[in-house]
């Protein structure tokens, strides 16, 4: 089955900043835009989830460019760990 | 049989205006109609089909005949294939419904790396299928633009995110909640429930905590304000990804209950438990059933001989941890075709929702062709005080046939349920169990099982 990524030891530190940043800005509203369904989202929802997926979005940026350096540093090392055992 | 209105429409598919289910005959179709005519294009033009089917997330369905449609809004028909049977969020174990969220959410993320959102994220659209959570709605897809907010956010943290911590934090008894609760527990309500350390964790803080405040706060305020800032995509993303952090974050260890242990402690002696899976067998091949179902079936053991036939067994017990064990352990099969599912004999699921008729009771979903009570009626009987001819005719509306097992009183399992209360149960015995039962079913066979004192019968349709 299709999961969403895993997090891992490196996002760990990560996810601590998001929580300060998180609890930090929760007062701050944005105006939203109009939904147009045939389910109501509530207007307390709709308005909470623009505020939160504003700071959660931010954070989810960082994690994604925090884990593309991780990659590129895992990917590197193991690389010439390969290289090291092939010139053994 | 599902609940039906006259012209055949599904009575729990009324809600969202692009479409219904209906029965022509014995077969299930949906109608597509015109006033989502971009979206269902949208949905195969993009892809997005293709891709949930190969992955086996969304209900496959075949193009049916337009002459099939039941109103003039019709635009498609199709005819998607069929679940054997529907099981509702109040009877899944812990990680059924935690596997369904995470299903709910891998799909909203991969509908908008093509361009559309989930509309709707009811856990009733999530059924299991071969033993996996998949979508059965093939409607629930709208076309994605910029900036807008995820329409389904309260009902994803109604339905899942909220009895997910309830179980985890609180008490597993909370799921029951969702019986009362058909569009998902109210967030406010989970709040107050919840011990103060589950705002500790970021997830379960903003979606469950800040989320109720903020419905509260803007409670009769009327439409919000229009005009300004949505949210961007890779804000929604990052609200997917967080849902999906706080729900995998979740545990629930399933401690020792009453009878998550049970065949650790049970009084089977090697040879009985020999004898009774020897008898159940025999008597699974005289039978020959295509649907089973185990009542009170513990950890599938007995579910498994009829598994095994390749019936399709859904194997209930009312302990959460004895089903979360079951579940646990079919997932590793990559094709399952048992379902365990939480469901207590003495006050079973009832029909509920609009009209009673939105979901079904557990009868209407029968009957089955085999009912297996192992033992079973012992509880029942003396337990819960239930006369055996109400035992009797209550299985008799579940299934045709019967595979049952008689303990009686000089049994040790019956003696500890005697032990603290008086013995009113002078007509526990088995001559009386087998005139009971006679009345609704007609006794094939009657063995007893080697090194105890139980029997077994084979009881099929009487007349």
């Not at chain 2, 209550?394 to 303990?407: A, H």
């Amino acid at each position: 089955m299709i999961r969403i990524n895993q997090g891992n030891s490196s996002t760990k530190m990560l996810r601590r900043v998001i929580s300060v940043a998180g609890i930090l800005g929760i007062h701050h509203l944005l105006s939203p835009q109009a939904a147009h369904a045939y389910l109501d989202p509530g207007t307390g929802s709709y308005l909470f989830q623009i505020l939160i997926a504003g700071l959660i979005g931010g954070a989810f940026a960082l994690k994604i460019f925090w884990r593309r350096i991780w990659l590129f540093f895992s990917r590197l090392f193991s690389k010439k760990g390969n290289d090291d055992r092939v010139n053994k | 049989m599902t609940a039906l209105i006259n012209d055949g429409t599904i009575a729990s598919s009324f809600r969202d205006p692009d479409g219904f289910l209906f029965r022509s005959g014995r077969v299930l179709y949906r109608q597509v109609n015109k006033v989502c005519r971009q979206d269902y294009r949208l949905l195969a033009d993009s892809g997005l089909y293709q891709s949930l089917v190969g992955d086996h997330l969304l209900i496959p369905h075949q193009k049916a005949d337009l002459g099939l449609a039941r109103t003039a809004e019709a635009f498609k028909i199709i005819r998607p294939e069929t679940v054997p049977f529907i099981s509702y969020p109040y009877e899944w174990c812990f990680s059924q419904l935690q596997d369904a969220a995470l299903t709910t959410l891998a799909i909203q993320q991969r509908a908008l790396e093509h361009g559309m959102v989930l509309k709707d994220a009811s856990a009733y659209n999530i059924q299991f299928l071969r033993g996996k959570p998949i979508l059965i709605d093939t409607l629930s897809f709208a076309g994605y633009t910029e900036g807008q907010p995820w329409v389904a956010y309260r009902q994803f943290c109604q339905h899942f995110l909220a009895p997910l911590t309830l179980i985890a934090y609180t008490d597993v008894r909370l799921a029951r909640l969702l019986r009362d609760y058909i569009d998902g527990i109210p967030l406010d309500l989970a709040s107050r429930l919840l011990p103060g350390r589950s705002r500790l964790k970021f997830g379960l803080l903003s979606h469950i905590h800040l989320h109720a405040r903020s419905q509260i706060r803007h409670a009769g305020m009327g439409a919000p304000p229009t005009g300004g800032r949505g949210v961007s995509r890779l804000a929604l993303r990052g609200l997917i990804d967080s849902l999906s952090s706080a729900v995998r974050g979740l545990r629930w260890k399933a401690e020792e209950t009453e009878w998550a242990e049970y065949y650790d402690r049970t009084n089977y002696s090697p040879e009985a438990i020999e004898s009774k899976r020897r008898l159940v067998k025999e008597y699974l091949s005289a039978a020959n059933p295509d649907v089973v179902w185990d009542l009170g079936g513990n950890i599938g053991d007995f579910s498994r001989l009829a598994a095994a036939r390749n019936a399709r067994v859904i194997c209930f017990d009312a302990d959460p941890a004895v089903v979360e064990k079951c579940y646990r352990e079919e997932k590793k099969s990559e094709k399952s075709s048992l379902l365990p599912l939480v469901m207590d004999l003495t006050n079973p699921s009832p029909a509920l929702g609009w009209a009673g008729r939105e979901r079904d009771s557990l009868a209407a979903r029968g009957p089955a062709d085999l009912i297996m009570a192992l033992a079973l009626i012992h509880h029942l009987a003396i337990s819960n005080n239930i006369p055996l001819p109400m035992i009797a005719e209550y299985f008799s509306s579940l299934g045709r046939w019967l595979i049952v097992e008689f303990i009686p009183k000089e049994d040790s399992q019956v003696k500890r349920l005697l032990a603290t209360r008086k013995d009113i149960f002078s007509g526990y015995r088995d001559e009386e169990f087998e005139r009971a039962f006679s009345e609704y079913f007609s006794i094939q066979a009657r063995s007893p099982i080697q090194g105890s004192r139980r029997i077994l019968y084979l009881m099929g349709p009487s007349g």
